[in-house]
């Protein structure tokens, strides 16, 4: 039985899937494995059926792959965090997203920082590549720039792409791991970690953990840009109004949505003549409006559209 299980959601990637498998092939590692790769599309299943032909062809490590048949982020990281807490000697749970693909040394970087820190949820580095080079007002904008901290202990982590979990960690958090109400939005990261840290779960970094991901051209637009903003800003107060239920605390938050909305138009003004500031105030604006919208009831489907192969 493996001592690690590397758990990974897919989704109409096929292409992006075999990669990410390749390259767990050559990952340095002493302990006993098992890839657990969970396909979303009940429908064509290409991920599922590529997995299958791996197996046939002698894949380096245990690869066990299964259908997640319903619909939604959520819904199926909850099929992979059950089937690798099924593997009953694996201490440790890694999720890595179908695009994104380890670095050789990347389980021995997590488990040196895990041993270092101790702590129950690790993250590592996202190095993103472009194959369109994104213009300069998007630097450091979310989905077009490197995620990277320096290894050790941190509040939060990033969210569920390149993590590193123990044991303990899962089984101690109530079911399901993933809210399902996140299905499309996404936020079902951000969510499971609040619940983490309000169980009293500890966080760290592992910048040497390295993963690679490949930024797809429709994802370096403006247009992207600010809908993925909006996205943010949507899911980020509905995880606020589902942890912080105090009329006080959503006053609060109130109040500085309604002041960002009211600066941000004038900081665009000003800064019309710079054209990388006035794009990170219309970012502003739309994370803000994003926030407001979800006060409404409204919610934002982003992973109603696949970017990628």
């Not at 970087?109 to 190095?127: C, K």
């Not at 109130?254 to 105030?281: E, M, Q, T, Y």
Request: glycine content about 6%; charged content about 25%.
């Amino acid at each position: 039985m493996p001592e690690i299980v590397v758990a990974i959601p897919t989704f109409r990637r096929p292409r992006s899937l075999s990669r990410l498998l390749g390259a767990l092939e050559k990952i340095e590692a002493d302990e006993r494995l098992a890839v657990v790769v969970a396909d979303n599309d009940a429908e064509h299943h290409e991920g599922y059926d590529l997995c299958q032909t791996l197996c046939a062809q002698g894949y380096r490590w245990s690869l066990d792959p299964v259908i997640a048949p319903e619909r939604g982020i959520a819904q199926v990281r909850n099929v992979l965090v059950e089937r690798a807490l099924a593997y009953r000697n694996a201490s440790f749970v890694a999720m890595l997203d179908d695009d994104e693909w380890p670095s050789p040394q990347w389980l021995n970087q997590f488990l040196r920082v895990q041993a270092l820190t101790g702590a129950d949820a690790l993250q590592g580095s996202i190095l993103f590549e472009f194959e369109t080079a994104p213009r300069a007002w998007a630097a450091g904008f979310d989905g077009v720039t490197s995620i990277r901290r320096p290894t050790g202990p941190v509040r939060l982590l990033e969210g569920a792409g390149n993590i590193f979990l123990t044991r303990g960690c899962l089984e101690g958090l109530e079911r399901p791991w993933f809210d399902p109400a996140f299905a499309l939005t996404g936020g079902e990261d951000r969510d499971f970690f609040e619940r983490l840290a309000h169980a009293g779960k500890r966080f760290a970094w592992a910048d040497e953990a390295t993963a690679h991901t490949v930024v797809p051209a429709s994802r370096t637009s403006l247009k992207w840009t600010l809908e993925r903003a909006y996205s943010i800003g949507n899911t980020d107060m509905r995880i606020f109004l589902k942890h912080h239920p105090t009329l006080a605390a959503r006053t609060r938050e109130f109040g500085k949505i309604l002041l960002a909305l009211l600066l941000s138009p004038i900081l665009l003004v000003i800064l019309a003549a710079v054209p990388n500031r006035a794009v990170d105030a219309l970012r502003r604006i739309s994370r803000n409006v994003g926030k407001i919208t979800a006060l409404l009831g409204r919610h934002y489907n982003e992973y109603a559209v696949t970017h990628g192969e």
